[in-house]
């Protein structure tokens, strides 16, 4: 395509004598943002544009006694009518105009606004070198650092991961729930009299809204009700309810504050939905008691035996956070948009809710109850794993050795104690000589969900509350990434590369509505 079949013909010229109020005019009348300026001769000398005489009304000249020579661009580079689009748009690009003459022999035959260019511009004919497509990061961005975090990290080849530093696994074997809150959300390990305010907030944080309790009744009636779907449904809910404003608008300390809200209420809204779904009363939360026990004593409405409280507080330290991953990325999606809160945390549900990613812990339990007896350990898992099925519970992406999360779980089962620890122990050992020896070489080890779902069962979560629970503990998670991102903010907004039919199509010949219809619309 040639820059002819693009230009603005015939050229808006002005005389260089005339003053910037008379080029005004004629730019205005002809609404073009530029004009050819000529002398005498009907040589081409210049060029003039809106910005010319804006900047001009700002360094307070005035327009009424300034000829068109004080202000234009002189001897303007050119194009000549044969020249291609491309040759144009790299000369836009690369030199920064807006405008350029088009001439003909030595007359001016038009003028090409970067507009006109880019509103035809071809991907392979007209860009421009060393303006390359953007590149192409791997499928699912395996590899790719998108952020800088200090809330943590995994290592996977070393079986480590970590908050603010700490070892995870440190913090879950010495630490309460509100201890390794503080650190995520806040930074920094409080000592006791930080620890003693923050539970306080916490337990004062723990009341719903006025006017909501029916709206999660609402929920829990709904027919096609999942504990989780329900739990991102209440989320938005009562995050509307708090009247949660776009991080924009807040400072880092409200936007923490709204964080500790938010996530003390996920439980108590969880809890609600649970017993009104199975024809309970709700159960207020216990104020003497910490998240962890509180959550069980909503659950099941007693207070719980401290190591059963103890062993929930170890797990749900361990899956408060687990790097960059895809619920922590959409809330940090979300939150650079400067949304508010509770529209960061029910997409961050939503993504949890995939089965890639909040997994299903009762998928491990089901194959201990699908195993029966250790006696049928060994025939069962080999017939699976011949038969190309995987083992729930073992192998990870990240973790090429232990889970170190499965480690600490597993001996939080062992001191709960019970024949189905004793089971899944045996089953354990089982599956990792089966699987060492049928799929040698591939690194294969328990992971977080195989005594994950033990340990919650043996402290009475039922199965269909697994994920809802892990979505509980992550909300600290989120909560840490949001906080981030909203402290230090940019709009998250990649490119993708366009791989469809090359643009501009031409619409078919006759497509579309007839001008008739289109006037009769209004
Ligand atoms: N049982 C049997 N074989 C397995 C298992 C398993 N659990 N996991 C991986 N393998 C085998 C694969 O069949 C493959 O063998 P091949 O080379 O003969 O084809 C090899 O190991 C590599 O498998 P990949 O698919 O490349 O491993 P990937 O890293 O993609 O998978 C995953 C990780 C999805 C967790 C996988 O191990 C799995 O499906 N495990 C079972 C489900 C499970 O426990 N999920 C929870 C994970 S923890 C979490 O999400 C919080």
């Not at 010495?174 to 409080?190: A, D, K, M, N």
């Not at 597993?410 to 699987?435: I, K």
């Not at 006759?510 to 209004?522: M, N, P």
């Amino acid at each position: 395509m040639t820059v002819a079949e693009l230009m603005h013909k015939p050229a808006v010229v002005v005389r260089q004598e005339i003053t910037l109020a008379e080029a005004a005019k004629v730019l205005d009348q002809a609404n073009v943002g530029a004009a050819a300026v000529l002398d005498h001769e009907g040589h081409l000398v210049g060029m003039v544009s809106e910005r010319d005489l804006l900047r001009s009304v700002g360094h307070a000249i005035d327009p009424g006694a300034t000829t068109v020579a004080e202000v234009m661009t002189r001897t303007p580079v050119t194009l000549s009518i044969d020249d291609s689009v491309a040759k144009a748009l790299r000369l836009f690009t690369e030199r920064r105009f807006r405008h350029l003459p088009v001439l003909d022999a030595e007359q001016v035959a038009g003028i090409l606004s970067i507009r006109h260019v880019v509103r035809v511009a071809q991907i392979s004919e007209v860009l421009p070198a060393g303006s390359a497509p953007p590149e192409l990061a791997p499928r699912g961005l395996e590899g790719v650092a998108v952020a800088e975090t200090s809330v943590g990290d995994v290592r996977g080849e070393e079986g480590f991961f970590h908050y603010r530093g700490y070892n995870a696994v440190e913090l879950a074997r010495r630490c309460s729930f509100e201890q390794v809150w503080h650190l995520l959300v806040e930074g920094t390990l409080p000592d006791g009299s930080q620890l003693a305010d923050f539970t306080a907030r916490t337990v004062a944080a723990r009341k719903l809204p006025e006017g909501i309790t029916d709206m999660l009744r609402g929920v829990a009636t709904l027919p096609n009700y999942t504990p989780l779907s329900s739990l991102r449904s209440a989320v938005s809910v009562t995050a509307a309810a708090l009247g949660a404003q776009p991080t924009l608008d807040l400072t880092s300390e409200q936007v923490r504050a709204d964080c500790l809200r938010i996530a003390a209420l996920v439980p108590v809204a969880l809890m609600r939905l649970h017993r009104q779904r199975n024809g309970l009363a709700p159960v207020e939360p216990d104020p003497e008691l910490g998240y962890a026990a509180a959550y069980l004593q909503m659950l099941t409405g007693r207070r719980p035996e401290p190591r059963e409280a103890r062993a929930l507080e170890q797990y749900l330290i361990l899956t408060m956070d687990h790097g960059f991953n895809a619920s922590t990325f959409t809330a940090r999606v979300i939150t650079s948009t400067g949304s508010d809160i509770g529209s960061a945390l029910t997409g961050a549900i939503g993504a949890l809710a995939g089965p890639l990613h909040g997994g299903a812990p009762s998928r491990a339990l089901a194959m201990l109850d699908a195993i029966g007896t250790p006696d049928r350990a060994e025939a069962y898992l080999r017939a699976e794993i011949l038969a190309g099925q995987r083992l729930m519970g073992f192998g990870h992406r990240v973790y090429k050795t232990d889970d170190p999360r499965s480690l600490l779980l597993r001996e939080v089962a062992s001191e709960l104690g019970g024949p189905q620890v004793e089971f899944a122990r045996r089953v354990e050992d089982t599956a990792l000589r089966v699987l060492e020896e049928l799929k040698p070489g591939r690194r294969l080890y328990t992971n977080v969900e195989f005594y994950a779902g033990v340990v919650m069962n043996s402290v009475g979560v039922p199965r269909d509350m697994f994920t809802p629970t892990f979505a509980c503990s992550r909300t600290v998670g989120w909560t840490a990434a949001i906080a981030e991102q909203a402290s230090n903010n940019r709009l998250i907004r990649p490119s993708a590369l366009y791989v469809g039919p090359p643009p501009p199509r031409p619409l078919p010949d006759g497509y579309g509505v007839e001008a008739a219809a289109l006037s009769a619309r209004g």
